[in-house]
């Protein structure tokens, strides 16, 4: 039963390096998310993709794109790495309208850009 | 504007020192608040959603209780594997199907 898995856990990427954070669930979820979480800050969206096939931007999209590759997977890749991207990056998933159960999140990344 | 916003910061308790945490919010049309707990190096992990004032759901030594403007969680003599960061989340018309986390509560359980 391994719910969301995130790749990989941890990174180090030079400002202007590129990378692409890779999530998968096999939860057969609709709804899939990408949020960071910064000290004191609480988790923030980032991009979000509501059905296989759609994406929209949430609450900080800006240097980030994201791909909705199939229903199991949604990336999310730093096209020029900056140190405001310095967070850990969490993956998460949820059968919509189902509010029940919340969301099911990964173990995160932790970004550090230097 | 919008806010969630959770106190204390951070709570020591001892073992069996009974205790709440507050989540605080300003949203127009709640839909559902929701707790989870986050364990060091790890992602949240859901507790409870609540939908309306009045409310109340249990877990084990957890309880959670919502108002028009506040939700508290209640914990009951806790043990130190309590020890987590926990965060409420709502859910409002304004953000259509996704959340708005407060920053947490981190809370430590001493034998």
């Known amino acids: 039963n391994a719910g969301v898995t995130q790749t990989p856990k941890f990174q180090v990427l030079k400002t202007g390096q590129s990378m692409t954070l890779q999530c998968a669930q096999d939860?057969?979820?609709?709804?899939m998310y990408w949020y960071r979480q910064d000290p004191g800050m609480g988790l923030r969206l980032i991009y979000y993709?509501?059905?296989?096939?759609?994406?929209d931007k949430g609450e900080v999209p800006n240097g980030y794109n994201v791909s909705r590759l199939n229903k199991r997977e949604f990336s999310l890749r730093l096209e020029s790495a900056a140190p405001s991207q310095t967070s850990v990056y969490f993956c998460?998933?949820?059968?919509?309208?189902?509010?029940?159960?919340?969301?099911?999140f990964g173990s995160g990344t932790r970004l550090t850009v230097v | 504007e919008d806010q969630v916003t959770q106190s204390p910061e951070a709570l020591r308790l001892q073992e069996g020192e009974s205790s709440s945490l507050n989540c605080s919010y300003t949203?127009?049309?709640?839909?559902?608040l929701f707790w989870y707990r986050q364990d060091p190096g790890k992602g949240p992990e859901f507790l409870f959603t609540?939908?309306?004032a009045g409310e109340e759901k249990e877990k084990e030594r957890l309880k959670a209780t919502l108002t028009k403007k506040e939700s508290f969680l209640h914990i009951t003599a806790p043990k130190p594997e309590d020890s987590a960061t926990y965060l409420c989340?709502?859910?409002?018309?304004?953000?259509?199907?996704?959340?708005?986390f407060g920053p947490g509560t981190r809370l430590s359980v001493l034998p």
């Open positions: 998460a998933s949820s059968e919509i309208p189902d509010r029940a159960y919340g969301y099911t």
């Open positions: 939860m057969n979820h609709n709804s």
């Open positions: 993709s509501a059905s296989e096939g759609t994406t």
């Open positions: 949203v127009s049309g709640l839909r559902g």
């Open positions: 609540l939908y309306s």
């Open positions: 989340a709502v859910q409002a018309d304004n953000y259509g199907q996704n959340f708005v």
